[in-house]
């Protein structure tokens, strides 16, 4: 059985003259980091929307076709079961924030208020995520005035500290400086380890060529490519389709247009070097 | 590393080294509205000046007497003397002082628009000591303590966060438009002029804000049907406050009875 299964799935937003997602058809197996790329306006966040529930529910408007979550139609999902199962980081870190919280660790504590956790669990609980996210020098601060970057890492890891089996993460690190980035990939990546299942709309493609497991390409509503990393990579068409493709896989690109291909096709730098050490090994030896 | 104290403090029932501002929020509510309740018992100006005196001692024994007077006075300083102009004006009366026009001030009037005046001093001392003693949270928690729903509580726990934020807002546009060359100094009628442009943005954003902002909630959980728990929480209001607070409802209500019997 599927994770999370779409079947002939089509959404079009309350009067809006075009579908926002078109009959879309796929299936998420548990435990794997899926990417979700494509150009502005393609319907990323609404598919990120659609998995949480918020469709139609809270916005409204046309959904055809099925929605499958652990098996069971997602309009059957109490939004509260639905809430500790999915986790939501959404595009905007500004309004992620409550509001309401006079501390940065009141603000991670408050799903876990909600949940009914007890206190000294919500605080272990929140110390880890803290400590995760590297943001022990915030806990104390006023969660209402913080900066982009960090709102980003409180909104974060308020979710993380809810433990759900599911994460839908749209583009975390918008606001974030490169360390920052590479922190919040490092976490990420460290919640897949833990076998949750994740899906991630990211825009900087180098970081999706690491991490990612599978990647889905969404242009206008429809899901043009799907499929393993390395292979949806390996295709330089997708650069018509308005897709940035990792330089490495270009260069993997040029290599076999030359004549000269990898061993394997490669898309990032490690995979390159490995690549080319290999090759420079071999000249060495003949 | 993690300050052990700071963590510590929620292992704790919330306190500080005041004693009024350790009462139980709803017990503090309680004595401020006693007493302004007064007021509408005696209408004497001198007892509304009085009872404004004792919140402002209030304040002093919180520890909060800067954080409260000047709020106080710009709120009082421009809502009393409003009311007073008002009535002290039109106000018909027996003892003429002056008539011009609509204008027709009587001693009948001034001593109306002082009572009315003195009155507001009051309803603003409430108000701010409120807002200097009691933290909103604090508030939401003895509300639900006693039954109030979640969802309830959350809702004054968010207005209360939109008045700050729509405040904090306006200073933001307010700035750019000065910086855009539209004056947002002078007279009143300079700043009503320059408030009214500042209105549209301030509350499309509030709007859609609160849009994402219920969806923010919802991804923490906020429907779940578990009771919720409560990281921060107050101790349990001690007897003897309880006593206090309903010793100073009788001292209060008896002197009421005076008033009116007298
Ligand atoms: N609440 C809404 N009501 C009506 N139309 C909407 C709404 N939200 C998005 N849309 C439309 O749906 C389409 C998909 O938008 P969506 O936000 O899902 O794109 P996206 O891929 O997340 O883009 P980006 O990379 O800019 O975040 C767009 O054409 C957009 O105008
Ligand atoms: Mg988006």
């Given at each position: 059985m599927s994770y999370i299964e779409l079947k002939n799935v089509s959404y079009r937003y309350p009067l809006a003259e075009a579908d926002a997602l078109k009959n879309i058809n796929y299936a998420f197996e548990e435990g794997k980091l899926y990417g979700i790329i494509g150009e502005n306006g393609g319907g990323k966040t609404t598919f990120c929307d659609l998995i949480k529930g918020l469709i139609p529910s809270f916005y409204g408007g046309d959904l055809t076709g099925e929605v499958f979550i652990k098996g069971k139609e997602i309009r059957e999902w109490e939004s509260s079961a639905l809430a500790s199962t999915i986790g939501y980081i959404f595009q905007n870190p500004f309004t992620q924030i409550s509001g309401i919280k006079e501390t940065v660790f009141e603000e991670i504590a408050l799903g876990l208020e909600n949940l009914g956790v007890e206190r000294e669990e919500i605080i272990d609980r929140v110390i880890n995520v803290v400590k995760q996210l590297k943001i022990e020098h915030l806990?104390?601060?006023?969660?209402?005035?913080?900066?982009g970057g960090q709102r980003q890492r409180v909104a974060f890891a308020s979710i993380i500290a809810?433990?759900?089996d599911i994460l839908v993460i749209d583009e975390?690190?918008?606001?974030?400086d490169p360390k920052g980035t590479s922190d919040i990939f490092e976490i990420i990546h460290l919640l897949k380890e833990q076998g949750k299942t994740i899906l991630l709309v990211e825009h900087k493609i180098d970081l999706i060529a690491e991490y990612a497991d599978e990647v889905l390409v969404i242009k206008q509503g429809e899901l043009i490519t799907n499929g393993k990393t390395s292979d949806v990579f390996s295709d330089v068409n997708l650069l018509n389709e308005g897709v940035n493709i990792p330089q490495i896989a270009l260069l993997s690109n040029d290599m076999k247009e030359q004549g000269?291909?990898?061993?394997t096709f490669a898309i990032t730098r490690s995979q390159a070097r490995e690549q080319i050490l290999k090759k420079g090994s071999e000249k060495i030896c003949h | 590393m993690m300050d052990e104290t700071f963590i510590n403090s929620y292992r704790s029932p919330q306190l500080s080294k005041n004693w009024l501002l350790n009462l139980n929020p709803l017990n503090k509510i309680n004595i401020y509205i006693a007493l302004g309740l007064i007021t509408l018992f005696f209408q004497h100006w001198q007892v509304n000046v009085v009872i404004t005196l004792v919140f402002i001692l209030l304040a002093v024994a919180a520890g909060c007497f800067k954080s409260f007077i000047g709020p106080f006075l710009k709120l009082g300083l421009v809502i009393g003397p409003f009311f007073f102009i008002v009535r002290a004006i039109f106000w018909p009366g027996e003892n003429m002082i002056f008539n011009y026009g609509i204008i027709n001030i009587t001693q009948e009037g001034i001593d109306l628009g002082i009572q009315y005046a003195t009155i507001m001093l009051v309803v603003c001392g409430i108000l701010v000591l409120c807002t200097v003693t009691i933290k909103a949270e604090d508030l939401t928690y003895s509300l639900e303590k006693i039954g109030v729903p979640h969802n309830v509580s959350f809702m004054i726990l968010s207005s209360l966060q939109l008045i700050i934020d729509l405040k904090d807002k306006t200073k933001v546009i307010m700035d750019s438009q000065r910086s855009r060359?539209?004056?947002?100094?002078?007279?009143v009628f300079v700043r009503i002029k320059a408030f009214v442009p500042v209105l549209s943005p301030l509350f499309l954003g509030a709007i859609s804000g609160a849009e994402e902002k219920t969806i923010a909630m919802d991804a923490r959980a906020f429907s779940s049907a578990n009771p919720n728990t409560h990281l921060r929480f107050l101790r349990p209001t001690p007897a003897l406050e309880k006593i206090l607070v309903i010793l100073v409802d009788i001292l209060i209500l008896g002197l009421i009875i005076l008033g009116v019997v007298l």
């Open positions: 806990v104390k601060n006023n969660p209402n005035k913080l900066s809810m433990e759900t975390p690190t918008s606001q974030l000269k291909p990898f061993d | 060359g539209i004056e947002t100094e002078g007279n």
